[in-house]
């Protein structure tokens, strides 16, 4: 059972469409706290933008306790894994049949398709950047969850924080 923030982190990799084409978005969830630590895009399926995202979230939240992924290729990758081992973060990772483990990183890219992506329709890597990264500014600082007491996920992961320091 997810107590805290900073106990499981996850991640999974999520297609973002465009007029032409698509761009892969990779973010790191805290999953007690639904917070984006931290997100990159990328117009190829390489490992290097996953694990720029992973060395970010660790760098301004620390290392949880576990770090929870899919299967995908990306996030089974020698340079991903070497950094989680390299923090002391154990992996646990999806396997087939178990849905519930990603549903709420899964809500985020729902929820960031429909309310940004598809409504934008963007031409460019850039404009997609900046109109992703707005999105999700608003959905960590300005969207309250009614699962979080009402709190936006980043209010509710730095008042999580204060409680158990």
């Not at 469409?17 to 790191?28: E, P």
């Not at 620390?62 to 089974?76: A, K, M, R, Y």
């Not at 009402?150 to 320091?165: I, S, V």
């Amino acid at each position: 059972m997810i107590e805290k923030s900073s106990q499981v982190s996850c991640t999974i990799i999520a297609y973002i469409s465009m007029r032409k084409g698509f761009l892969y978005l990779v973010a790191i969830m805290d999953l007690h706290s639904r917070t984006g630590l931290s997100w990159r895009l990328s117009n190829s399926m390489v490992t290097y933008f996953c694990v720029a995202a992973l060395e970010e979230a660790l760098d301004k939240y620390g290392p949880p306790e576990i770090f929870n992924t899919d299967q995908s290729s990306l996030l089974t990758s020698q340079g991903f894994f070497k950094v989680l081992q390299e923090n002391g973060i154990p992996i646990s990772m999806d396997g087939r049949g178990c849905w519930m483990d990603n549903v709420f990183i899964e809500r985020l890219w729902r929820s960031l398709e429909y309310e940004n992506v598809y409504l934008n329709a963007y031409v460019t890597g850039s404009g997609a950047r900046a109109g992703v990264g707005k999105w999700l500014k608003f959905y960590n600082s300005v969207r309250p969850h009614i699962s979080l007491m009402d709190k936006t996920p980043g209010e509710f992961y730095r008042d999580n924080l204060q409680k158990a320091a």
